[in-house]
Nanobody, 125 residues
Framework: QAQLVESGGGLVQAGGSLRLSCVYS????????MGWFRQAPGKERILVAA????????YYLTSVKTRFTSSRENAKNTVYLQMNNLKPEDTAVYYC??????????????????WGQGTQVTVSS
């Protein structure tokens, strides 16, 4: 069974940085679009960033565009989300997800086929 395992979450002060990692067990995922979603308490899960299979196309939520960077190392079956200048409103559970589409960056969670278990990011003010 395909697995996505996130790591790198934690507690950080406002203005700090974290790097989330997502390792997938199936190298077939190197041909998939990968997304990072987040869900804050009482809110819907939303797409924060996405990256195409070849890494050339990226999407970012407007509120994170100048602060977050997604990347991938297909040789390591890993995608990353570098988060800088974190704000309290970034507090959420962050999920890694995979879409069988290689280049279409779906914006909805229904566009993604596989999910990790999530990692908590808490930003204190």
């Amino acid at each position: 069974q395909a697995q996505l395992v996130e790591s790198g979450g934690g507690l950080v002060q406002a203005g700090g940085s974290l790097r989330l990692s997502c390792v997938y067990s199936d190298p077939t995922f190197n041909t998939y679009t990968m997304g990072w979603f987040r869900q804050a308490p009482g809110k819907e899960r939303i797409l924060v960033a996405a990256i195409s299979a070849d890494g050339t196309t990226r999407y970012y939520l407007t509120s994170v565009k100048t602060r977050f960077t997604s990347s991938r190392e297909n040789a390591k079956n890993t995608v990353y989300l570098q988060m800088n200048n974190l704000k309290p409103e970034d507090t959420a559970v962050y999920y890694c997800a995979a879409s069988r589409h290689s280049s279409r960056l779906g914006r909805s969670d229904v566009d993604y086929d596989y999910w990790g278990q999530g990692t908590q990011v808490t930003v204190s003010s």
